[in-house]
């Protein structure tokens, strides 16, 4: 193993190099400074092994055999999005391949009063220093192997700026498609999104894959909500099941600010969530609600900060994992109360519902308080199917097969729910009646 990650590193470090002189005079200096601190980051890192803390339950091994090779940019000439779009969804759609912006498949015009929209290529030639002011200032790199080679490698990206005062009559659906030309490609996304002072909005972020092959995709968002400013951020993987995602989140919040991540991992063989969120001002409050499910040689994992640095913070956690077959699940996360976050409200929980024998989670909330006047609770379960709810539905004469998807599907509906934009919902719950052993009718009963 070690050999194998000495080997995928000296590989990665030689692909840098070349790109980086290639590109060195197409980019300013600070991103330069950037990409070359990325690197070396990168290099007093390495790939992360299961004898590093942070991935002590996460074995990258079989990612880093692959030898993946850096997606090229330039997309396809055409390609119909349809199979990525939501039935019946109204919003403003914003569609990326390879983490390149598709204008023609964009509603860049009907976006325009309220949100600019750009790819980061562009932003980076022309918007002077007001993108430098926020680029790669709220990414924490620290036990992050995976966001430092983003920094190294990311060819493009979103830029997305809510003007202040600005309240969306309806969402932004960002669909990223990851398109195969070749086996065993890496797309590195990209995103900054700035969400103005005041300004109201709701994105959907959805990740598809254009074929069963193996697809790799290594993200790296940076997410600025400035004073009282809100977003709802829904998240869902539609890859399949022979791909990769590692994602980090990194958010940072101002004064009576609102974000709300419902993040939904239902697919994939490997894939990693880091998400951190910096409440960095009176009054921040941030939602987190996460519903994973991991079957056959699947693995999901969520490892979750919250950053409490300031008075009156306030952060509920609410995540679920459904594991199946030799499914491998895991939830870490920390809460952080600073010495000034005094008058802080911080809730978190993890519950995780074990479908055979073989099916394994690993769960580890923390607390880190440093501060004496505070309300802050944790708490995690690990169980099977509750043997007396399914002998009274069956009671009720429902057969043993439907009884057992009534409870797993009522395990997961009410993270479900609380979705609030209809069609997505819809999906949601779509997806995982898919992954139960249906029998006649029972989606009539849900």
């Known amino acids: 193993m070690i050999k194998l990650h000495l080997d995928a590193e000296k590989n990665l470090l030689q692909q840098f190099s070349e790109q980086q002189s290639k590109r060195a005079e197409q980019e300013p200096l600070w991103l330069t400074d950037i990409r070359e601190q990325a690197q070396q980051n990168f290099q007093q890192l390495g790939l992360p092994h299961r004898k590093v803390e942070n991935w002590k339950y996460t074995n990258v091994s079989k990612l880093v055999g692959k030898g993946f090779q850096v997606a090229a940019i330039n997309a396809m000439d055409s390609i119909d999005i349809t199979p990525y779009m ?173 974000y709300e991540q419902q993040s939904f991992a239902l697919s994939g063989e490997l894939v990693r969530n880091d998400i951190q969120v910096r409440l960095q001002d009176l009054g921040a409050e941030c939602k987190l609600n996460g519903l994973y499910r991991a079957e056959d040689n699947q693995h999901i994992d969520y490892h979750i900060i919250v950053d409490h640095q300031k008075p009156h913070g306030t952060s509920i956690e609410n995540f679920k994992g459904i594991m199946d077959g030799s499914g491998h699940g895991v939830f870490n996360g920390k809460v952080i109360v600073r010495p000034d976050a005094q008058k802080s409200d911080a809730q978190q929980m993890n519950k995780n519902l074990l479908l055979t024998k073989r099916a394994e989670v690993d769960t580890k909330p923390e607390l880190e308080i440093y501060a004496d006047d505070v309300k802050c609770s944790h708490g995690s379960t690990v169980g099977q199917l509750d043997e007396d709810a399914l002998f009274y539905l069956q009671s009720r004469g429902f057969n043993a097969e439907t009884a057992k998807n009534l409870l797993v599907y009522g395990f997961a509906s009410d993270l479900i729910n609380e979705v609030s934009i209809q069609p997505l919902q819809q999906l949601l719950k779509q997806e995982i009646l898919s992954h139960l052993p249906l029998v006649s009718h029972f989606e009539e009963l849900v």
Not at 124 to 140: L, M, P, Q, R
């Open 86 to 258: 939501i039935s019946d969804l109204d919003c403003y759609r914003i569609v990326l391949i390879n983490g390149q912006l598709i204008a023609e498949h964009s509603d860049l015009d009907l976006l325009k009063d309220n949100v600019t929209v750009n790819d980061l290529a562009t932003a980076f030639a022309t918007s002077g220093n007001s993108i430098e002011e926020y680029f790669d200032k709220v990414v924490d790199y620290t036990s992050q192997p995976f966001a430092s080679l983003n920094s190294m490698f990311f060819n493009n990206g979103l830029l997305l700026e809510v003007a202040k005062n600005a309240i969306l009559d309806k969402p932004i659906h960002i669909i990223n498609i990851s398109q195969n030309t070749d086996a065993d490609l890496v797309s590195y996304l990209r995103n900054l999104w700035l969400i103005g002072k005041n300004s109201q909005v709701d994105i959907i972020e959805s990740h598809h894959a254009t074929d069963d092959s193996c697809h790799f995709v290594n993200a790296l968002s940076e997410i600025v909500l400035q004073d009282n400013a809100r977003c709802t951020h829904y998240k869902t993987h539609f890859i399949n099941q022979a791909s990769y995602h590692v994602a980090g989140i990194h958010i940072a919040q101002q004064r009576d600010s609102y």
